[in-house]
């Protein structure tokens, strides 16, 4: 019996309004983990593929990993999947904070929502306690407002999890925010929500987790407590979070600027880190067991920008900042605060708004598309204004909260050349032409444009010990070098794999990645003696390039091919101009040819051969589907 999980699925039909409780499918667990893993093989199963999104067909699932509530370091987060809003394809999103934990010590593991409730829900779990309470109360609050009336009608030591007006608006980027301000955030998770009628998840969990082998697990975590204490990030994470994260990427060109036009952006102190830290920092915050503590709470004392509440992260400086052209620091909180408190996707958010500001800046968008709103770069009045409007659909925010690649359809006249978006969903804030692993992994992660899938950071600044460990020297000097395409397949495909295996076990990518401080060893012996389960680093690897092969299964049966994962031209086509990158094009088509022979798919199509799903044991699942091999 699989130990440390809760060891219930709760499966919620919302148009009938019943609730059913299943025991955990153990040999699923051991095929596919949990948390992403396990997401992707039962959505895969009960998707139909001419399902609406936004329609009442569409599942809706939320899993737990299998180290999720665990001591070991950072063991905070939960997965969110359905097919995505915003792409139409497989849709997944992933927050820390204290909901997944708390979810498992009320004894889940999983919760599968299908059907529409008749009107406004929320579900309210307290240990063994399972009910559909009526949401009228709520409906139409923002996050903070739904989690201060859950609280006071459920217990201050609740956990909530909720959609703001966004997802209640249906805007096709909407999040669904824990813990007030950690973010489920991409693929439009929180429109799934709103188009059923579901507010909230309120989580009380007082029970307790049962660990294989208690004699070795303190000292096997205080082990890996103190390595992560060590490490050389850990000591630069505490004090500024991922904040520090604009020096460093202007300094390599990897800042986008002016929507993704170039790397380098002229204001990047006045967003930094350092001024974030120096000047509204309140003080750190961490989440279950968590040591690098990125998480922080800020503060704007006066002015028009005035709050209190969670601080951005990189992502959002980069959306709200240099990528808009805007350097007015405390704009850029606040528009981060506001994102949070209706429940919003920073990163598509900022790069819908910078889509509309180039095509202002080149004169396709005017006053009367607008309504009178100037879009000219910095306009940081502007852009907080229109994350208000986005949230509520008012005026031009209608048009944005479909997303920049339809906003561009809606518009027409050229607008589309400007969308810097993969099938469908916008690249996050890191300019591929200055580091192509970043480029290539785009294009391959299954929920669209996406940085987090694979996470290639390792040829970032120079972690060639980290490569050489893990890749061999055979592969030196190309793959460390972030400008050489060549090599770069070889690198993505191992890192999605890993970072899938990650997704499912429900821990932090910070410290399992950069550098890796916890590898396949690690969480295989952390498995060991928290769940009982014994896995080899090839099994676990295997694992992942299930998940990974199911993932793009479920793309291809709803029209993903070769053809899809592209980039923008201006990133393949035009030369970065300015900055480290200078001259600098994404050399696609020859990564590309490489990650499809290392994933053993076809390479015209990017369909995955039945002979690479027969060992992977997905013969069943790519009937019909899969390219024949001899």
Known sequence: MIKGVGGTILRIDLGKG??????????????????????????????????????????????????????????????????????????????????????????????????????????????????????????????????????????????????GQAGENLVRFAAIMNDRDRASARSGLGAVMGSKNLKAICVRGTGKIEVARPKEYLKQMDEFYKRMMANPFTEGRIKYGTTSLVEMMQHIGRLPSYNMRQGVFEGYRRISGEVITDNYLVKPRSDWCCLQRCGRFTTVRKGPYAYIGGSPEFESQSSFGSRCGNDNVESVLYAHHLSNQYGMDTISLGATISWAMEAWDEGLLTAEDTGGLDLSWGNHEVIVKLVKMIAFREGFGDVLAEGSKRAAEIIGRGTDRFVMAVKGQEIAGQEPRAQKSMGLAAVTAARGADHLYAFPVLDEVGFDKEIRERFGEQYLPEIADRLNPKYKGVMVKECEDYMVVVESLGLCKYGTQIPAEFFYDDVAQALLIHNGLEFTREELQTIGERIVNINRLFNVARGITRKDDQLPDRLTKEPAPVGPSKGQVVELDQMLNEYYTERGWDLETGIPLMKTLKRLGLEKEGKGLAIESE
């Not at 939320?62 to 915003?86: D, E, N």
């Not at 139409?88 to 004894?107: D, R």
């Open 18 to 163: 019943k609730i059913e409780k299943q025991p955990i499918d153990e040999d699923l667990i051991r095929r596919y983990l949990l948390g992403a893993g396990y997401l992707s093989k039962v959505l895969f199963d009960e998707i139909a593929v001419d399902t609406d999104p936004l329609g009442p067909e569409n599942v809706l699932g939320f899993a737990t990993g299998l180290l999720t509530a665990s001591m070991f370091p950072q063991a905070s987060r939960h997965v969110i999947a359905a097919l995505s809003p915003l792409t139409g394809i497989w849709g997944e999103s992933h927050a820390a904070g204290f909901w997944g934990a708390e979810l498992k010590l009320a004894g889940y593991d999983a919760i599968i929502f299908k059907g529409k409730a008749k009107g406004p829900v929320y579900l309210n779990i307290k240990d063994n306690e399972v009910d559909l309470l009526d949401a009228s109360p709520i409906w139409g609050r923002d996050v903070f407002e739904t989690d201060d009336y859950l609280r006071e009608h459920h217990g201050k030591k609740c956990r909530t999890l909720a959609i």
